[in-house]
C-alpha cells in the first residue's frame, strides 16, 4: 500500500477533525499543524540535497538516479509522477545529456523510495585517519640521509614524500602517453566479478593509489554493476600531496553515487596496523585490496607482502593487481638487454625531472650528476627481472657515488600467479591489457 505524503496525512486529519468529539478536535488540529510544520522542514532539507547534488557532474548524477529508480522499482513514468516532473526530465537526467537544477534534484530528492538524501546527509566518522607513529619529517631525513650515503638504493616510499616529488609524479602518469599506456584497463568485466562475489558489501583498499583515477573508474563500474551497491573506498597512501588530490577527486565523484570514502595517511606496509581495515572473522562484507598503477613492481618482495602484509585478509577477499610482461627470458641478460625498450631509449624529461629533482633537493656538494638504467635477474619471483633508475653522482670534492632511486619489475605471467598461489591467492579473473596486451590485469581470490 502505498504511504501518504506529509501535507496527504495532514489533510486527512483535517478531514477526520470534522467527525470527531469537540474535546478531541483541539489535539487533532496541532498534529495537524505537526505535520505542516514537519513538511516544512522536509522541503528545506530536500532544497539542501538539490543544491549539493548539483554540484556533481551530470553523469554521475545521472548514473546515481538511474542505479536508484531500478532498485525502488520503479518506471521512468512512475518517478516523473512522484516528482511532478515531465518524463522527458527524467530520462534527460538519467542519461546525463542535461545538467539538472536544484530544484529539479530537490524535487527528485521529495520521492521517498530514492534515499537521494542519503548521499549527502552528515557523516557519523571522520574521513580521513593519521595513524600512531606515522611522521613525514622523519621520513624526509631518511631520505636525505640515504642520498648522502656512499650509495646505495632509495626506499621506494621516498619517491613520493616531497611535494616537488609528488607533483613531478603527477605531470608524468597525466602525460598523454602514461595514460594510454598503463590506464586502458578492463575494469567492467573485473566489476562484474566483484559485485557477483561480494553482494552483501566490498571494501575496496586502494594501496597506493596515486591520484586515484583508476580507483574512481573501478568504483564506478562497481556501482554500474550493481542495482543497490554497498561499497565503500580506502584510500592509503604514504604521500599528503597525492592522498589529498586522491581524496578530494574520489569524493567529488563518488559521494554522489552512494560510495563512501575514507582515506589513511601512512605506509600500506603497515595495513595490518590500522584498525579501520580489519574486519571481525564472520562478516559478511568482502575486501578487495587494489594494488594498480605498477605499484606490485615498486614492492621489496612480492611473496613476502601478500604472506606478510595481506595476512589480515580473510577467505573470500580479493586482490586486485596490474604488472607488465618480460620482453625475454629472464635467465638471458643479453637477450633482456636486447629486448627491453626502457634499457635502449633515453628517459623522458619528466622522468628525469622527477628522479633527478629528488638528487638537486636533498644531496649535498653536488657537482654534476647523470640518471642511468639497468637490469638484475635475480629477483625473487621465478622468471622475472628489474629495471633499475639510478644517479651516478660526481661530488664537489672529486668523489663519486651510485644511488639507486626507483625500480620497476617486468614477470612471467604463469610464474608470478603460481607464486600467489602458494600462498592462497588464486586466480578469478585475468585479462591482457595494455599496449600490445604488454601487461596483465588479475583478480586474485583468497582461499
Known sequence: MKRPKLDELRDLIADAAEHQTPAAIPLIEAAAELLDLARQVQEGEMAQVGELLARAAPDAVGLLLRQRRKAAKLSVRQLAQRAGLSKGTVFNVETGRTAPSPQTLAALARVREMRLADTVGPRERPDCWLPTGYDPLALLMELRGALNSPGGFLEQTCLYLDHASAMDWLAICSAPAYVEANRALPLQPMAQELIAEASRGLDVVALGPGDGQVEIALCKELCSASASPDVRLFLLDISHTLLTVAHRRARDELAPLGVQVESIHGDFHQLGRYPVLNRRSGSTRRSCYVLLGNTLANLDHEARFVRDVLASALPGDFMLLDFSLVYADAEDADAVRRAEPVLNRPLSPAFERWLGGLVQRYSSEVESFTLGTNIMTECAIPGSYEIGYYADVQLR?????????????????????????????HEAKVLPCGQGARAVLALLRRA
Open 397 to 425: 670534492d672529486g668523489q663519486s657515488r651510485r644511488h639507486y632511486l626507483a625500480r620497476a619489475r617486468r614477470y612471467d605471467r604463469a610464474k608470478l600467479l603460481a607464486a600467489f598461489a602458494r600462498h592462497g591467492w
